[in-house]
Protein backbone atom coordinates (compact mmCIF):
# COMPACT_ATOMS: atom_id res chain seq x y z
CA UNK A 1 0.00 0.00 0.00
CA UNK A 2 1.54 3.18 -1.04
CA UNK A 3 0.93 6.24 1.53
CA UNK A 4 2.76 8.77 -0.69
CA UNK A 5 -0.71 10.17 -1.92
CA UNK A 6 -2.02 10.78 -5.50
CA UNK A 7 0.75 11.14 -8.21
CA UNK A 8 0.52 14.07 -10.37
CA UNK A 9 -1.53 11.53 -12.97
CA UNK A 10 -3.69 10.77 -11.02
CA UNK A 11 -5.03 14.44 -9.77
CA UNK A 12 -4.63 15.69 -13.29
CA UNK A 13 -7.01 12.94 -14.50
CA UNK A 14 -9.31 13.50 -11.89
CA UNK A 15 -9.09 17.24 -12.62
CA UNK A 16 -10.33 16.32 -16.02
CA UNK A 17 -12.98 14.17 -14.69
CA UNK A 18 -14.33 16.83 -12.89
CA UNK A 19 -14.32 19.45 -15.49
CA UNK A 20 -16.53 17.20 -17.88
CA UNK A 21 -18.75 16.06 -15.08
CA UNK A 22 -18.98 20.34 -14.17
CA UNK A 23 -19.15 21.31 -17.73
CA UNK A 24 -22.10 18.80 -18.23
CA UNK A 25 -23.94 20.26 -15.10
CA UNK A 26 -23.64 23.16 -15.76
CA UNK A 27 -24.98 22.81 -19.60
CA UNK A 28 -28.18 21.18 -18.50
CA UNK A 29 -29.10 23.51 -16.42
CA UNK A 30 -28.78 26.11 -18.61
CA UNK A 31 -30.57 24.23 -21.00
CA UNK A 32 -33.44 23.65 -18.70
CA UNK A 33 -33.13 26.78 -17.40
CA UNK A 34 -33.86 28.70 -21.57
CA UNK A 35 -36.70 26.04 -21.56
CA UNK A 36 -38.53 27.55 -18.26
CA UNK A 37 -37.81 31.16 -19.98
CA UNK A 38 -39.45 29.94 -23.07
CA UNK A 39 -42.38 28.20 -21.15
CA UNK A 40 -42.83 30.96 -19.22
CA UNK A 41 -43.00 33.78 -22.46
CA UNK A 42 -45.35 31.33 -24.17
CA UNK A 43 -47.54 31.61 -21.08
CA UNK A 44 -47.50 35.02 -20.55
CA UNK A 45 -48.30 35.69 -24.10
CA UNK A 46 -51.12 33.10 -24.37
CA UNK A 47 -52.41 34.40 -20.98
CA UNK A 48 -52.24 38.55 -22.50
CA UNK A 49 -53.68 37.15 -25.48
CA UNK A 50 -56.46 35.10 -24.08
CA UNK A 51 -57.43 38.22 -21.81
CA UNK A 52 -57.40 40.56 -24.26
CA UNK A 53 -59.82 38.40 -26.72
CA UNK A 54 -62.23 37.55 -23.75
CA UNK A 55 -62.68 41.40 -22.47
CA UNK A 56 -62.81 42.65 -26.41
CA UNK A 57 -65.91 39.93 -27.32
CA UNK A 58 -67.45 40.70 -24.37
CA UNK A 59 -67.93 44.72 -25.15
CA UNK A 60 -67.67 44.04 -28.81
CA UNK A 61 -71.52 41.45 -28.08
CA UNK A 62 -73.01 44.37 -25.54
CA UNK A 63 -72.53 46.74 -28.78
CA UNK A 64 -75.46 48.51 -30.77
CA UNK A 65 -74.58 47.18 -34.67
CA UNK A 66 -75.20 50.28 -35.81
CA UNK A 67 -72.88 52.29 -34.48
CA UNK A 68 -69.77 50.30 -35.26
CA UNK A 69 -67.14 52.34 -37.55
CA UNK A 70 -67.72 50.09 -40.46
CA UNK A 71 -66.81 52.33 -42.91
CA UNK A 72 -63.32 52.63 -41.45
CA UNK A 73 -62.69 48.61 -41.71
CA UNK A 74 -60.60 46.35 -41.88
CA UNK A 75 -58.55 48.53 -39.53
CA UNK A 76 -56.42 48.77 -35.92
CA UNK A 77 -58.97 50.92 -34.52
CA UNK A 78 -63.21 49.94 -33.54
CA UNK A 79 -65.36 52.27 -32.37
CA UNK A 80 -69.01 51.61 -31.26
CA UNK A 81 -71.66 52.45 -28.22
CA UNK A 82 -72.67 49.77 -26.25
CA UNK A 83 -76.42 49.06 -25.05
CA UNK A 84 -76.45 51.39 -21.19
CA UNK A 85 -79.78 52.04 -19.07
CA UNK A 86 -79.24 55.57 -19.30
CA UNK A 87 -82.63 57.27 -18.48
CA UNK A 88 -82.66 54.54 -15.28
CA UNK A 89 -85.65 53.02 -15.94
CA UNK A 90 -83.43 49.57 -14.98
CA UNK A 91 -83.45 48.50 -18.94
CA UNK A 92 -81.24 50.07 -21.39
CA UNK A 93 -84.64 50.33 -23.58
CA UNK A 94 -86.52 53.71 -23.23
CA UNK A 95 -90.26 54.68 -22.97
CA UNK A 96 -90.25 54.83 -26.89
CA UNK A 97 -88.78 51.45 -27.24
CA UNK A 98 -85.33 52.99 -28.38
CA UNK A 99 -82.40 51.38 -27.56
CA UNK A 100 -80.52 53.56 -25.25
CA UNK A 101 -76.68 53.83 -26.01
CA UNK A 102 -74.20 54.45 -23.75
CA UNK A 103 -70.90 56.58 -23.98
CA UNK A 104 -68.48 56.12 -27.22
CA UNK A 105 -66.04 53.21 -26.43
CA UNK A 106 -62.60 53.16 -28.51
CA UNK A 107 -60.45 49.54 -29.25
CA UNK A 108 -57.09 50.67 -29.94
CA UNK A 109 -53.09 50.59 -28.96
CA UNK A 110 -52.49 52.90 -26.88
CA UNK A 111 -50.71 55.19 -28.98
CA UNK A 112 -50.63 58.47 -26.55
CA UNK A 113 -50.46 56.64 -23.52
CA UNK A 114 -53.59 57.86 -22.37
CA UNK A 115 -53.51 56.19 -19.40
CA UNK A 116 -50.05 57.37 -18.56
CA UNK A 117 -48.11 54.22 -17.56
CA UNK A 118 -45.64 55.08 -20.48
CA UNK A 119 -46.47 51.74 -22.04
CA UNK A 120 -47.43 52.92 -25.49
CA UNK A 121 -48.04 51.37 -28.64
CA UNK A 122 -47.76 47.31 -27.31
CA UNK A 123 -50.80 48.01 -24.91
CA UNK A 124 -54.27 47.85 -26.26
CA UNK A 125 -56.95 50.04 -24.62
CA UNK A 126 -60.58 50.45 -24.19
CA UNK A 127 -60.94 54.27 -24.20
CA UNK A 128 -64.70 55.53 -22.72
CA UNK A 129 -65.63 58.41 -21.72
CA UNK A 130 -61.78 59.81 -21.83
CA UNK A 131 -60.74 57.07 -19.43
CA UNK A 132 -58.47 54.64 -20.95
CA UNK A 133 -58.66 50.60 -19.35
CA UNK A 134 -55.58 48.61 -19.79
CA UNK A 135 -57.47 45.51 -21.86
CA UNK A 136 -53.57 43.46 -22.70
CA UNK A 137 -50.57 43.78 -22.75
CA UNK A 138 -47.61 42.77 -25.16
CA UNK A 139 -48.89 43.23 -28.44
CA UNK A 140 -46.25 42.94 -31.78
CA UNK A 141 -45.26 46.15 -32.92
CA UNK A 142 -46.48 47.78 -35.65
CA UNK A 143 -44.26 48.02 -38.37
CA UNK A 144 -46.74 50.30 -40.49
CA UNK A 145 -47.09 47.96 -43.49
CA UNK A 146 -48.40 44.41 -41.86
CA UNK A 147 -50.86 46.02 -39.48
CA UNK A 148 -49.78 43.31 -37.02
CA UNK A 149 -50.73 42.85 -33.24
CA UNK A 150 -54.45 44.30 -33.91
CA UNK A 151 -56.73 44.23 -36.59
CA UNK A 152 -60.56 44.51 -37.05
CA UNK A 153 -62.38 43.39 -40.32
CA UNK A 154 -66.02 43.45 -41.11
CA UNK A 155 -67.10 39.64 -41.89
CA UNK A 156 -70.94 39.76 -42.88
CA UNK A 157 -72.92 41.22 -39.73
CA UNK A 158 -69.89 40.73 -37.28
CA UNK A 159 -66.09 41.75 -36.45
CA UNK A 160 -63.35 39.51 -37.00
CA UNK A 161 -60.84 40.58 -34.11
CA UNK A 162 -57.04 39.40 -34.88
CA UNK A 163 -54.78 39.89 -31.59
CA UNK A 164 -51.18 38.96 -31.56
CA UNK A 165 -49.18 39.07 -28.25
CA UNK A 166 -45.47 38.60 -27.56
CA UNK A 167 -43.02 38.02 -24.63
CA UNK A 168 -39.15 38.27 -25.45
CA UNK A 169 -36.85 35.14 -24.00
CA UNK A 170 -33.49 35.84 -22.38
CA UNK A 171 -30.92 34.67 -24.79
CA UNK A 172 -33.39 34.04 -27.46
CA UNK A 173 -33.68 36.20 -30.93
CA UNK A 174 -37.10 35.25 -31.71
CA UNK A 175 -39.86 36.18 -29.20
CA UNK A 176 -42.77 34.08 -28.17
CA UNK A 177 -45.95 35.08 -29.86
CA UNK A 178 -49.50 33.66 -29.81
CA UNK A 179 -52.42 34.84 -32.41
CA UNK A 180 -56.06 34.71 -31.67
CA UNK A 181 -58.67 35.06 -34.00
CA UNK A 182 -62.46 35.38 -33.51
CA UNK A 183 -65.63 36.93 -34.85
CA UNK A 184 -68.33 38.28 -33.11
CA UNK A 185 -71.73 39.78 -33.63
CA UNK A 186 -72.69 42.54 -31.60
CA UNK A 187 -76.50 41.38 -30.35
CA UNK A 188 -78.03 44.69 -30.33
Do not use: C
Not at 85 to 110: C, F, K, M, Q
Amino acid sequence: MNKRGFTLLELMISIAVLAIVSGALYTASMVLTQAAQSQEAKTTTIDNAQSGMMLMVRNIRQASANSINWNDLPGPVLTFRAAQDVSGNGTAVDIGVNLELGPVRTLTRDVNDLNGDGITDRQLVLVEGGQARVITNGLLPDDGVLNRGLWFEQVGRGVRITLQTEEAVLHQTMPMRTTLVETVVPRN
